[in-house]
């Protein structure tokens, strides 16, 4: 079944047009016909079950069969990847969404290979928002996580908070498993946290200047195997793990 992306001030319970661009690719590239089922996501949870009632070549009209909504996640997990060279950031982004990430926040490290000017950035953060937006339809997610424009380490990191915990990705002796890491956090606090950041460094690492600030802002290192990883493979890993653990625990 065709899956669709319209935002949630564009959809009316009755029944809607898709938006243009969606509308020119279920008719001329999909080629969708009157009476066929799609599906709609709007990013917020909900999700459509509609009957195409019309075509053409700038306009597919669906009607709403059935809307169901979907809560989300009890225990927010935001990614904070460095941002990587070339396909490997678009590969972050797409499989993040597919992991159930909550948000995406591209971090400009020190020893980061790609580095992009103010203007430039801005246009980054749409063009990886598409990409999101095309995870979504992909799996199926009702929940659409925003993708933030790459910004630097210190000015993610914010002000500390106790229902937040950070996981940083790490080499250096005394990392823990990330199931150690969760099963700390709920002895010391007695509950689960409300968001759980992951942050994994760059191509070159984090600098020293950058893991000190992650271990000033309560960050706890684990561990992810004796290899070296790729920065993709490490955040991909990372949240998989993660996702998981909660799955089993919560």
């Not at 020119?24 to 999909?30: E, S």
């Not at 989300?72 to 499989?95: D, H, N, R």
């Not at 600030?213 to 990883?229: D, E, M, Q, S």
Request: aromatic share 6%; net charge negative; glycine share 6%.
């Amino acid at each position: 079944m065709h899956r669709f992306f319209v935002p949630p001030t564009e959809v009316r319970s009755q029944g809607f047009a898709l938006p243009e661009g969606e509308s020119r690719h279920a008719a001329q590239v999909l080629r969708v016909r009157v009476g066929e089922s799609v599906q709609v996501l709007d990013g917020a949870g909900r999700k459509y079950a509609c009957v195409v009632a019309s075509v053409d070549r700038r306009q597919v009209w669906l009607q709403v069969e059935r809307e169901d909504f979907v809560p989300s996640a009890t225990i927010g997990v935001e990614v904070f990847p460095a941002v990587a060279k070339g396909k490997a950031m678009e590969l972050i982004i797409q499989k993040a969404v597919e992991l159930g990430a909550n948000m995406i926040s591209p971090i400009l490290c020190e020893h980061s290979v790609a580095q992009y000017e103010a203007d430039r950035a801005e246009d980054k953060a749409v063009k990886w928002q598409v990409t999101a937006t095309e995870a979504l339809k992909q799996c199926g997610r009702e929940w659409l996580p925003k993708v933030s424009i790459p910004r630097t380490l210190v000015e993610c990191l914010g002000d500390k908070d106790t229902a937040v915990l950070d996981i940083v990705a790490a080499l250096q002796s005394g990392a823990v498993s990330t199931r150690q890491c969760l099963e700390d956090y709920l002895q010391e606090h007695g509950s689960w946290p409300k968001t759980i950041r992951l942050w994994v460094g760059p191509e070159g690492d984090y600098s020293p200047a950058e893991y000190a600030a992650l271990a000033v802002h309560g960050a706890k290192a684990v561990t992810l195997g004796t290899h070296v990883l790729r920065c993709e493979t490490a955040m991909l890993a990372l949240l998989a793990i993660c996702q998981h653990e909660l799955m089993t625990r919560t």
